[in-house]
């Protein structure tokens, strides 16, 4: 069974850069790797997907090594409002059934203080 | 907004019972999925339907079902309620199959008593 693990919580200040690691030891070869940030009672929020590499957007980077068994959200210049809780989702296929999930990651709290 | 409408937005029921929560993705997305949330068990997925057709299945129980009608909506019932079954229900939408960026509704909150 596939194990995504992340950090339970990190504390940063205002303006530091944050990066957050997430170990998926069985990811789908063809899949994904996605990061949501989450705030108490509502959906998660959409931050950044890559494949492979390095992926950069107006939020943050994505950075994923040629294994693809890692991955690692990196928040440049964090500021108060980015108090949440930080998810990654990776595809799992299993060959033995031939079935498709999604997994979550434990997901990471991260608490910016002023 | 991430476009994913979801109702209602609380529910409180008793045990035993069964309640039916909806879904509408974004416009143009093809992929429905349902996710649980509860505090023990982070999120977790349950089903992923495409354009009417089920395609991927996770740790969905028996009691549960799910189903996307032919306007893309779907629903997700949920039968002979416990009280462990007090969550968070999130459907999320995506334009493919697979393997592309799901983008979540803000949720059902299920209070079982």
């Known amino acids: 069974l596939a194990k995504t693990t992340q950090p339970i919580s990190m504390d940063s200040y205002e303006g530091q850069e944050v990066n957050i690691t997430c170990s998926h030891n069985?990811?789908?070869?063809?899949?994904?790797i996605t990061w949501y940030q989450q705030f108490p009672s509502q959906g998660p929020r959409f931050i950044i997907q890559g494949y492979k590499t390095k992926v950069t957007n107006e939020v943050a980077s994505l950075f994923i090594p040629a294994d693809r068994k890692s991955s690692t959200l990196s928040l440049p210049r964090v500021s108060l409002s980015d108090t949440a809780v930080y998810y990654c989702?990776?595809?799992?296929?299993?060959?033995?059934?031939?079935?498709?999930?999604?997994?979550f990651g434990t997901g990471t709290r991260l608490k910016v203080l002023a | 907004d991430s476009g994913v409408t979801q109702t209602p937005k609380h529910l409180i029921t008793a045990t035993g019972q069964r309640v039916t929560l909806r879904c509408s993705p974004r416009?143009?997305?093809?992929?429905v999925y349902w996710y649980q949330q509860s505090l023990d068990q982070g999120l977790q997925f349950l089903i992923q339907y495409y354009n009417g057709e089920e395609r991927a299945k996770g740790n969905i129980l028996e009691r549960f079902s799910a189903q996307q009608f032919p306007d893309l909506h779907s629903e997700l019932n949920l039968s002979s309620l416990e009280l462990g079954d007090s969550a968070l229900y999130f459907c999320a939408s995506s334009a493919r199959q697979g393997r592309g960026t799901q983008y979540f509704g803000p949720g059902t909150r299920l209070t079982v008593l």
């Open positions: 069985n990811i789908a070869t063809n899949d994904y």
């Open positions: 416009s143009g997305d093809l992929s």
């Open positions: 989702l990776v595809g799992d296929f299993l060959s033995t059934s031939g079935t498709y999930k999604y997994i």
